[in-house]
C-alpha cells in the first residue's frame, strides 16, 4: 500500500473549483456584454424571478452568495428598477424581493444566457452522461447538506 499522497490536480474538489472558475469567468463576460449586468446581479435576478417572493436570506441561500453579497445585488437590482422591495409581512424588519415587469423581462434573457451557458458547458456530454452528472450533483449536494446539519 503506498503512503504517498495524490497530486492536487487528481482531487475531485480542485478539478470543479477549476472548472468553476474557468465557467465563471465566460458567465461574467456574457452576462456584462449582453445583459450589462454583474455576475451577482444576474445570479439573484435569476433566484428572484425563480423563486420570489423571497427574503435577503433567502435570496442569499438560492443564488449561492454569502447574505452581503446577495444584498448589495439586491440593491443594485432595486436602484435599476428589476426589483421591488418591500416590507415583510411576518418579519418587521425584513424585507420581501420580487421582479418588476422590467425585471421578468430581463430574467427571461438571463435564463436564456443561463440555459445557452449550460450548454456551452455540458455539451461535450451526451444526454445520458449529462442526466447521470446530475444524478451524481444531487447526490452531493443531498449528502453535503445532510452533513451540514449534522455540524
Given amino acids: 500500500m503506498s503512503t504517498e499522497l495524490p497530486s492536487l ?3 475531485l474538489t480542485y478539478r470543479l473549483h477549476r472548472l468553476n472558475k474557468l465557467t465563471d469567468r465566460h458567465s461574467s ?4 456584454s449582453e445583459l450589462g449586468l454583474g455576475v451577482g446581479e444576474a445570479r439573484c435576478l435569476a433566484a428572484i424571478g425563480q423563486f ?3 427574503s435577503v436570506n433567502d ?16 440593491q443594485m437590482l432595486v436602484e435599476r428598477e428589476l426589483v421591488q422591495k418591500t416590507a415583510s ?26 440555459a445557452r451557458r449550460n450548454q456551452d458547458i455540458f ?10 452528472l446530475e444524478t451524481f450533483f444531487d447526490r452531493l449536494v443531498a449528502h ?6 449534522d455540524e
Fill in 9 to 11: 490536480q487528481d482531487f
Fill in 29 to 32: 463576460a456574457a452576462y456584462a
Fill in 52 to 54: 420570489a417572493p423571497l
Fill in 59 to 74: 435570496l442569499a441561500m438560492r443564488a449561492n452568495l454569502d447574505k452581503g453579497q446577495a444584498s448589495r445585488a439586491a
Fill in 89 to 114: 409581512d411576518t418579519d418587521a424588519r425584513g424585507v420581501v424581493l420580487t421582479p418588476t415587469r422590467s425585471g421578468k423581462l430581463l430574467w427571461k434573457r438571463v435564463m436564456r444566457l443561463i
Fill in 123 to 132: 455539451g461535450c456530454l451526451s444526454p445520458g452522461e449529462q442526466r447521470q
Fill in 144 to 149: 453535503s447538506q445532510r452533513q451540514e446539519v
